[in-house]
């Protein structure tokens, strides 16, 4: 079995795996600049491991699969029942990121017990930010100098990116590279893709000088007034602490009206920040798919049919190979139509990044042959 060693330099190895060999799946050979997505039609939990198999890694040491457990409400994210073979096959950890807005999945007890009444009990959840964040540093990007997790994100040897394709009001639709960006980062990590670093407040006047924000600040940045707390934001660090920290609810993200391809770079940034630190391969499922993501407690209802599941070693290929398929299916781009952003952007400046290939071809894990956009939807 082929072996991959990541260290820094998974994007190069997206790169060149161009000629998988997969295991019980029929020899593709595609030319350099051409990646390979393994696809099925019919989603089951044996499929999903087959996906997995078909890619034909090992992934060594601690294995962490990314998942997102699904808001409170939220009726549409991934039945857990579908990765459970694999999870358990690999005797790996669930994990996931506590979220900036107040909530059951902003706090780490709260999140836990939410996922498992969501049925994630058959393996360790693991909340990477629940002993505090963890900066990495990048180079050569346009928004960011840094990327912010949670400190248990080092404690893994490899990372399976376990995706659900539907839409997202923001990002056009979210998958793989969202799942990256905004799942691993910590809440000042999402702080900083979707606003501003510093937080805004409102109906300060309210404040009872609890006290609790100042004496979580690490930044020693909140004063409380007659009229409420101010934010010294020389001295902020834009952790977010302060966001969960007030029962009042004063500190909120600052809403910045980000033009859609600023927030799409922003996203494919941060994702470009954690996949150069960790080995990672990917699996999208396309079922459910609502015009809205799985944070949205009333979302609603899938707006198109399942289109299959996919896994690759390639970020920038199977998140092109799932527009692809949604676009052949609906006819039109599905997402600018509902959502009003396409977010092709995200696949585009990834490409650009060097994040992988464009260029792909589906291989049909049953019958083990590459298969055309227009034979799956005939
Ligand atoms: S975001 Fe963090 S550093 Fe900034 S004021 Fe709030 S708690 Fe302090
Ligand atoms: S936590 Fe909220 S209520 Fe307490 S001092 Fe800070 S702003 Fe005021």
């Known amino acids: 079995m082929r072996k991959i060693s990541y260290g820094i330099c998974i994007t190069l190895l997206a790169l060149c ?26 989603i089951t939990p044996e499929n999903i491991l087959r996906l997995y198999e078909a890619m034909n890694v090992n992934l060594e040491g601690k294995v962490g699969v990314k998942v997102h457990f699904g808001e409170d409400g939220n009726i549409n994210y991934l039945n857990p029942e579908l990765i459970k073979p694999l999870v358990q096959k690999m005797n790996a950890t669930l994990v996931e990121t506590n979220v900036l807005y107040v909530g059951k999945r902003r706090f780490t007890d709260s999140h836990i017990a939410l996922a498992k009444s969501h049925g994630f009990t058959f393996a360790p959840i693991d909340i990477l930010d629940a002993e505090g964040e963890s900066e990495y540093p990048t180079e050569g990007l346009k928004h960011y100098t840094k990327v912010k997790t949670g400190s248990h994100f080092a404690n893994y040897d490899a990372y399976i990116v376990y995706s659900h394709f539907k839409g997202h009001g923001s990002a056009g ?23 501003s670093a510093v937080p805004a407040t409102r109906n300060a006047n309210t404040c009872v000088q609890c006290n609790r924000c100042v004496e979580q600040c690490p930044a020693n940045a909140i004063t409380i ?36 391809e600023v927030f ?3 996203l494919v940034e941060y994702a470009k920040g954690f996949v150069s630190q960790k080995p990672m391969v990917y699996i999208t499922v396309m079922q459910n798919i609502s015009k809205t993501c799985d944070c949205s407690a009333k979302a ?26 949604a676009m052949a299916k609906y006819g039109k ?13 995200q696949i585009d400046y990834a ?20 298969i055309k956009l227009n034979q799956i939807f005939k």
């Open 173 to 195: 639709f979210g998958a793989a590279i969202k799942n990256i960006s905004m799942g691993f980062a910590s809440p000042g990590g999402k702080m900083a893709m979707h606003a």
């Open 225 to 260: 007034t007659d009229n409420g707390p101010v934010i010294d934001s020389a001295k902020c660090l834009g952790c977010a602490k302060c966001i969960a920290e007030c029962a009042l609810r004063i500190f909120t993200p600052k809403q910045t009206k980000l033009a859609s």
């Open 351 to 370: 490409a650009q990044l060097g994040m992988g290939n464009k260029k792909y071809v589906l291989v049909d894990i049953e019958t083990g042959k590459i």
């Open 333 to 345: 781009d599905p997402f600018l139509d509902v959502n009003g952003v396409s977010g092709m952007h």
């Open 17 to 42: 795996c161009n000629a998988l060999y997969a295991k019980d799946v029929q020899k593709v050979k595609v030319k350099k600049g051409v990646s390979v997505v393994y696809y099925c039609k019919n």
């Open 264 to 266: 799409l770079e922003r």
């Open 300 to 325: 609603p209802a899938p707006f198109m049919c399942d289109l299959g599941a996919v896994s690759s070693t390639d970020l920038v290929a199977i998140e092109k190979a799932c527009y692809d398929l």
